[in-house]
């Protein structure tokens, strides 16, 4: 099945991605939705040439479109989005617990005639980001509410230590409800991997004031790949191949 999958560039789109992938599905854009106003990236606040990079790494295409920057025709700028990759059979989506977003993802997509896929829906918060970290994902903070997290949680990658901080604080363990928002940067489905070259802790005070890790320049690095073991005929057991300039 010819999918698309709503991207954000953080840890549940990119673990929804995983399992669609596992799944069988044939994943063929990551849809992203920019505001008109800052050309960045809705609700995560990135850059389009940092998504596009991150796109360029898991070897997908980004499909963005553009939001009026009232919101007021978001809806229908994302059914067009979605409508600009040809042949998409279903949507993949990485919602977790939120009813009324899933009520207005299903509405959405069947005025459009595509299957919405929900695979992390009604996973256990706290669960679900251990998976995902477990798995060996990496991402960053890039995005908090300060009313809740200090700056010190920006640019913080997202670990053990940190999901532990944030249940401590009474908080969802995923951010569901926008408590932070992350930009991952590697993973199993990674081709190369995302380095963050340049990016600083800026406070905005939009509709409510948050703490953003602007990232500013990333560049792509490839992954280390691991040698396939030589048979040594002698014990008729495989035997590790030796590399230059320290251990196999």
Avoid at 63 to 72: E, K, L, N, V
Avoid at 119 to 135: A, D, M, Q, S, T
Wanted: overall charge positive; aromatic content about 8%; hydrophobic content about 40%.
């Amino acid at each position: 099945m010819r999918a698309g999958i709503s991207w954000s560039g953080g840890k549940e789109s990119c673990l929804a991605l995983w399992h669609a992938l596992e799944a069988g599905y044939a994943v063929k854009a990551l849809v992203n939705m920019a505001s008109e106003k800052t050309g960045r990236c809705c609700f995560h606040g990135l850059a389009r040439d940092v998504l596009n990079a991150q796109a360029r790494a898991l070897g997908i295409p980004l499909a963005q479109g553009i939001a009026p920057a009232d919101m007021a025709g978001y809806e229908q700028a994302f059914k067009k989005t979605i409508l600009s990759v040809a042949g998409l059979d279903a949507m993949i989506f990485g919602d977790v617990y939120l009813e009324e977003h899933k009520s207005w993802i299903e509405r959405v997509c069947n005025e459009i005639r595509i299957q919405p896929i929900e695979p992390l829906w009604n996973r256990e918060p706290g669960e679900l980001v251990g998976h995902f970290i477990e798995l060996g994902f990496r991402a960053v903070i890039v995005s908090c509410d300060a009313r809740l997290l200090d700056r010190n949680f920006c640019g913080r990658p997202l670990d053990k230590a940190a999901i532990e901080e944030i249940t401590r604080l009474g908080l969802c363990p995923c951010g569901e409800h926008g408590e932070y928002h992350t930009f991952v940067i590697d993973g199993p489905i990674f081709k190369r991997r995302v380095s963050i070259v340049s990016a600083e802790v800026v406070r905005l005070d939009g509709a409510w004031p948050r703490w953003a890790y602007d990232v500013k320049k990333v560049r792509l690095q490839a992954k280390r790949r691991l040698g396939r073991p030589v048979l040594d005929r002698r014990s008729c057991r495989p035997k590790k191949q030796a590399t230059k300039g320290g251990h196999a």
